[in-house]
């Protein structure tokens, strides 16, 4: 019996729609919803457990060194999301936020920057204050009603599957810094 291979086509809009992101001097995400699907596994002893896609590490690996300034700004208090981002080079990490526009403004008073400057992705309502703030709000496909109505950019890839590497290719296309031949090495 033969095996034929499927491919499935993900749609990415074309460059002549994506948002001009030239003005944006820093990128902050949301953790959970956004770097994962949503989902969180209760250990016996009261460990939580968060699945990360790859791809989407690898892209903010590849930020990171490109000297782009990334920012987590989350509710959630695992320490692991700390470990997690430092290991892929963003040291800038906030985790416990219940107040993320108070965090942004301390982040923002300390880099020099403006609310103007900051592209936020986030996916639910504790994240609506701080989108309705920003120069560019940002969320993945799968994101509450409220917020898919909120942003000016929607993934098409969900929370947890390739949202955060999608908006970091758009950035990097558009300024001419995404991977060249030789350099898709860790």
């Not at 896609?53 to 930020?63: I, K």
């Not at 700004?73 to 107040?99: F, P, Y």
């Amino acid at each position: 019996m033969h095996n034929q291979r499927k491919t499935i086509q993900i749609a990415t809009p074309p460059m002549s729609t994506i948002p001009d992101f030239s003005k944006i001097a820093l990128f902050a995400f949301d953790y959970d919803g956004v770097f994962t699907d949503g989902t969180v596994l209760l250990m016996p002893d009261g460990g939580q457990l968060r699945q990360a896609f790859v791809r989407d590490g690898y892209a903010v690996q590849w930020a990171s060194k490109q000297k782009i300034d990334l920012s987590i700004i989350t509710g959630g208090r695992e320490t692991a999301i700390i470990n997690r981002m430092q290991s892929l080079g963003v040291t800038d990490v906030h985790i416990g936020s219940s107040d993320k526009v108070a965090v942004m403004k301390t982040i923002l008073a300390h880099k020099g920057l403006t609310m103007e400057q900051v592209a936020y992705m986030g996916d639910d309502m504790p994240d609506l204050p701080l989108l309705r703030e920003v120069g560019l709000s940002a969320c993945p496909a799968d994101a509450a009603p409220e917020v898919l109505e909120a942003c000016d950019f929607i993934s098409s890839r969900p929370g947890g599957k390739g949202c955060v590497r999608e908006l970091i290719e758009l950035v990097m296309k558009q300024r001419n810094i995404w991977m060249a031949n030789g350099q898709e090495m860790w």
